[in-house]
């Protein structure tokens, strides 16, 4: 897995301050991407031990609400399994911070991918320029949803975050 950057102290990805880890790869390409530097899957550099720990640091302190992942996708395969394990890993060491993910995949697409066990909140679905609306709370286009995986799983239908 690579990345692009992290993101310290960030209040637009995601509810509250976070942290957020930008993944390289992405098969969306959607027109007028905010990152295409980050479509790549051999961008950026190696995710290793001491990117985990500036991680880490970051989530240590107490004023920050959680971690989200964006790119690129965090889904695009070749990111899927060191994700996974990433993500277990952060739930057992941060159980009270939020973990939330953005994909262009839709959430039917993705429904049994085993990292949304361990997720919050996904925004879905690819970024649709005629759809743009920048005054929508952690989306780029009116297309996405914020979908809260917890109530979605439990009552087997898609609810909205709030």
């Known amino acids: ?48 031990e001491a990117a985990k720990q500036a991680l880490f640091e970051q989530l240590d302190k107490d004023y920050i609400s959680g971690i989200t992942f964006s790119g690129g996708d965090p889904l695009f395969v070749d990111n899927r399994e060191e994700l996974l394990e990433l993500v277990k890993e952060l739930r057992r060491k941060y159980p009270k911070k939020n973990i939330w993910l953005y994909t262009g995949y839709r959430y039917e697409e993705i429904r049994n991918e085993e990292v949304l066990k361990y997720l919050d909140v996904v925004v879905d679905g690819r970024y649709i320029e005629a759809e743009r609306d920048t005054a929508l709370p952690w989306k780029g286009s009116a297309n996405q949803r914020v979908i809260d995986i917890p109530k979605t799983r439990q009552l087997g239908q898609i609810v909205l975050y709030a």
């Open 1 to 48: 897995m690579r990345y692009h950057n992290i993101t310290k102290d960030d209040m637009l990805n995601g509810d509250g301050l976070r942290v957020v880890l930008w993944l390289s790869g992405c098969s969306h390409h959607c027109k007028n991407c905010q990152n295409p530097i980050t479509w790549d899957p051999m961008g950026g550099v190696p995710f290793d």
